[in-house]
T-cell receptor
Framework: DTAVSQTPKYLVTQMGNDKSIKCEQN?????MYWYKQDSKKFLKIMFS???????INETVPNRFSPKSPDKAHLNLHINSLELGDSAVYFCASSRQGNLGLPFFGPGTRLTVL | EDQVTQSPEALRLQEGESSSLNCSYT??????LFWYRQDPGKGPEFLFT???AGEEKEKERLKATLTKKESFLHITAPKPEDSATYLC????????????FGTGTRLTIIP
């Protein structure tokens, strides 16, 4: 199936730990994103990569570091997890310049205890 | 800064009872306004893109309209399977390609 996939779907961890979320898209898109959705369902962009190059970084703490090994992958590494990091993280992808047709992944629900 | 406000926050309708969801926006040059549907535990699913005031788009029981300050998502004779959270987002004409989302309207259709 052509899609945006994320792993894991659920992530429960202790404060202070380091964790990663992986994202892959097989749609042939140039641009990939990480969005964060809080408990009130507010969806806010964190990062955007185009052809492995960072183009959007929306005032996200340095503890969050995205990495794009190639056009089809965008991983999110989080250091020293805090309670406030608990949220659902969505990966998305779109063709360059084709704003509005991002395909979203199923999300990763991160719970920090 | 771009802003999107959706109302109501939640809406319960009887099956077949038509209604509208509102999305008010402020943006420094609208590149596009987007509607998404989100089911529980899933990612947002793209519905419509509107680019200019006066534009309308339809898909099954849904119709999206756009003015210079707001967009409406009209739902006609809804069915229980239309229950979901509907998200509105705007993209600005200048700058990067991010979307600014509203907090959504949680729609429940009662059989």
């Amino acid at each position: 199936d052509t899609a945006v996939s994320q792993t894991p779907k659920y992530l429960v961890t202790q404060m202070g730990n380091d964790k990663s979320i992986k994202c892959e898209q097989n749609l042939g898109h140039d641009t990939m994103y990480w969005y964060k959705q809080d408990s009130k369902k507010f969806l806010k962009i964190m990062f955007s990569y185009n052809n492995k190059e960072l183009i959007i970084n929306e005032t996200v703490p340095n503890r969050f570091s995205p990495k794009s090994p190639d056009k089809a992958h965008l991983n999110l590494h989080i250091n020293s997890l805090e309670l406030g990091d608990s949220a659902v993280y969505f990966c998305a992808s779109s063709r360059q310049g084709n704003l509005g047709l991002p395909f979203f992944g199923p999300g990763t629900r991160l719970t920090v205890l | 800064e771009d802003q999107v406000t959706q109302s109501p926050e939640a809406l319960r309708l009887q099956e077949g009872e038509s209604s509208s969801l509102n999305c008010s926006y402020t943006v420094s040059g609208l590149r596009g306004l987007f509607w998404y549907r989100q089911d529980p535990g899933k990612g947002p699913e793209f519905l419509f893109t509107l680019y200019s005031a006066g534009e309308e788009k339809e898909k099954e029981r849904l119709k999206a309209t756009l003015t210079k300050k707001e967009s409406f998502l009209h739902i006609t004779a809804p069915k229980p399977e239309d229950s979901a959270t509907y998200l509105c987002a705007v993209g600005a004409q200048f700058g990067n390609e991010k979307l600014t989302f509203g907090t959504g309207t949680r729609l429940t259709i009662i059989p």
